[in-house]
Structure formats: C-alpha cells, structure tokens
C-alpha cells in the first residue's frame, strides 16, 4: 500500500490534540491492519502542527512564522511513544484482518457472527420438524383471523375511495420492512394504469425526493407502530406541499400512535401479535399490511371495472403477459382456416436423400420445422419424415 499525501491541519491545541488524533482514526476508511501506532516528535511550543500520513507517523511539529528558519524534521529526529503504546510483537507479525469483531473493512463482506451467537462444533445439528411448524401457522391462522374479524370496514372503504378520487399521484412510505411492502404496493397500483403511483423513501424525501410530490397526490405511509421517526418528520413536509396524508397502523389512533394524528386519515390494521420467539420480528404485522393493500388493489380493479385488455397493456412480458395477449388475440387465431395459416411454399426432399440430409434440412435458417413433406419428381407429396423419427432412428 502506498503512502498517502499528508493531510495538514493547523494550530490545534495541545490539549486537543489526543482526542483530535483518535477522532481523525475513528473516521479514517482504513482496516484495523494498516491503522499505524502513533509516534510523534518531540514538541517544546504551546501551537503545533500535526500530520496525518496513512501508514506513517503522526508528528507534533513545532509551528513558527513563515518567515523563521525552520530546517526540516530528520528521518532521525527523536520521537517519543504518544498517544498509543508501541505494537506488540506479534501483530508486527501477524496484523489482524478485520477492523473489529462484527464491523467489516470497506468494500469487503460483514465478518461472520459472533461466538456468542455461533452454534457449538460439538452441539447437535439444527433442524426443524413438520411438528415445529404447525404450531406457527395455527397461531398465524388466528393473527390473521383476528385482522380480518376486527379490521374497520369504514375505514378500508375510505381508504379505497381516497385512492380512486385522488387528483393527482398516489406515494407509498415506510420504513424497514414496512418500506418493502410499500413499495410492492406502489407497484401493484401503478401496474394498473389508473393514475402514477409510485414509492416515496423517507429519507430521500427529506433530502430533495419530496420534490415530486405536488398538491393533490396522496401519501400512504405504513407504519406497525405509527411512531416512526423517519415518518414524522416527513408527514409535515408532506403536508406543506399539500399533499393527503393517510398512515396504515397497527396501533390504535391516540398518544401511542403519533403518525395518526399528523395524518388526514389512519387505517387501523388490528395485530394480535407477531410470530416470532419474541414477538419482535415483523412477520405477522408485514403479512397483515400486504393482505390489506392488495385486497384494496381489488377492489380498485372492479370499481373502475378494469379490463383484461387494459390490464394486458401494463404487462407485455412473463407469464402473465404472454396469458393476456394470446387471450386478447384469441378470436382472430380461432376465426383463420387451415388454408389461411398453412405455408405455400414448404421445404421438401425426395425419396432418396439421405436422412441426415433431412435433417440438415429441417434445422436450417430462418427457422428449424418440425417434419418434411417427402415429394417426387412430379412434386407430388407420397409422404412425410418427422423430426421425433429421426431421431428415433438413431441421428
């Protein structure tokens, strides 16, 4: 690794100048194994100046005017141990790789869980058994039975109209994974061609994004606990460009759920609990979010009365896109005859070519067929050699 050019800072104080150095460290983009011990020459004036060279050393160098004769500091020069004490021996050898237990160098893969955290070499191996799973997903079965059985009617068919009224473009927030579901949402809206739907990141909006927002679109964020900062600081940003703001919570409206009252309208999204060891992890709340906007993407559907050519507009490629264009163009295939579609000008062979002859034949340009008409010298067809026959026979 080479040297890097010094990086000069000038006059800090003496007493600053330890905390300076191991900010300076903390904020460096090198690992823990080219990270120098620090020496220093020794200083004798109240202001230094002190430089910074990645490997090398930090010196404390005596500052004085421009015009004073300060000859250069020798290779030589004495310096004394500051700040850290000399490398033991062998990390001379042997430097560690990682800059901390848990923390990868820049550019490199996070470094590999802790031990704490690392199973045993001697412990069984993990497994888990159909008897493990039936328990999650009967207590998932009635998290989302309780969704469905106290989940608010008025307040998803005010959701839904909202949607459909509004003038302008339709943002979904969120953050962590209430972000991703949101973002799937924005796409599933947008993919309809009702309106520009799109996915807003709090965080990018509040450094430029919201710019995109004008008066009139509305603004969904989700929310589990409806107290996400990132959300809060952005609902009155939002709200100045005049934009709707409506939240999908899982806490109730109140002082649990700050989000709802910043919003024009809150959706509660009733969650028993999570199902996860600690009632932490976001596999319930996520799935109950996800149920909840696509059922209302629905009802969108059939309210505007969607159509499947429409539909088929937004999704030329995959599955889908392949399904709804055959369907589309299915009575005119049906309503062609055989003479219609048939070719007029077929590739042929005769009796006695030889077989690989005919199947150079059928593999050739612009497209490879599937069988040949066998003609004879009267062009008249006495046969026809496929291409599962050839191969059959042994080509």
Do not use: W
């Not at 460096?28 to 990645?54: E, G, M, Q, V």
């Not at 309208?265 to 799935?287: D, I, K, M, R, W």
């Amino acid at each position: 690794m080479q040297p890097t050019k010094p990086r000069t800072t000038e006059n800090p104080s003496i007493s600053q100048i330890p905390q300076f150095v191991r900010h300076t460290l903390a904020h460096s983009k090198l690992d823990h194994a080219h990270r120098p011990y620090i020496n220093s020459a020794r200083h004798k004036h109240a202001t230094t100046r002190i430089i910074l060279s990645f490997p090398g050393l930090v010196r404390l160098i005596p500052h004085r005017p421009r015009d004073a004769q300060t000859p250069p500091l020798s290779p030589a020069a004495p310096v004394e141990k500051f700040l850290l004490p000399s490398p033991p021996r062998h990390f001379r050898e042997h430097p560690p790789r990682a800059r901390s237990r848990g923390v990868a160098a820049m550019g490199s893969l996070p470094a590999l869980s802790s031990p704490e955290c690392a199973p045993h070499p001697d412990a069984p191996r993990a497994t888990v058994e159909a008897s493990d799973l039936a328990p999650l997903f009967d207590a998932q079965r009635r998290h989302l039975d309780h969704f469905f059985d106290r989940l608010d009617m008025k307040q998803a068919a005010a959701f839904a109209q909202a949607l459909l009224d509004a003038p302008g473009a339709v943002f979904f927030t969120g953050v962590g994974k209430s972000g991703i579901v949101a973002l799937k949402l924005a796409q599933t809206l947008a993919s309809l061609g009702f309106a520009r739907a799109g996915f807003l990141s709090p965080v990018d909006a509040l450094h430029g994004d919201i710019g995109s927002v004008f008066p009139g679109d509305v603004l969904v964020l989700l929310s589990k606990s409806g107290a996400s900062d990132e959300l809060l600081a952005l609902a009155p940003c939002a709200r100045a460009k005049g934009a709707q703001l409506i939240s999908l919570t899982s806490a109730a409206s109140g002082a649990d759920c700050p989000l709802a009252a910043a919003c024009d309208l809150n959706v509660h999204l009733p969650l028993q609990g999570e199902v996860c060891p600690f009632g932490l992890a976001p596999v319930t709340s996520t799935a109950i979010q996800m149920v909840f906007g696509d059922t209302v993407v629905a009802a969108i559907m059939e309210a505007r009365r969607l159509t499947r050519d429409q539909y088929a507009s937004n999704h030329p490629a995959g599955k889908i896109g392949k399904t709804l264009i055959f369907k589309a163009s299915g009575l005119a295939i049906f309503n062609l005859t055989v003479g219609e579609m048939c070719n007029r000008n077929p590739r042929t062979i005769t009796a006695d070519a030889m077989a690989v002859e005919a199947m150079a034949k059928m593999e050739s340009p612009p497209s490879p067929v599937q069988f040949l008409p066998v003609v004879d010298h009267k062009n008249i067809v006495s046969g026809i050699v496929t291409l599962h026959g050839l191969v059959s026979a042994g080509l």
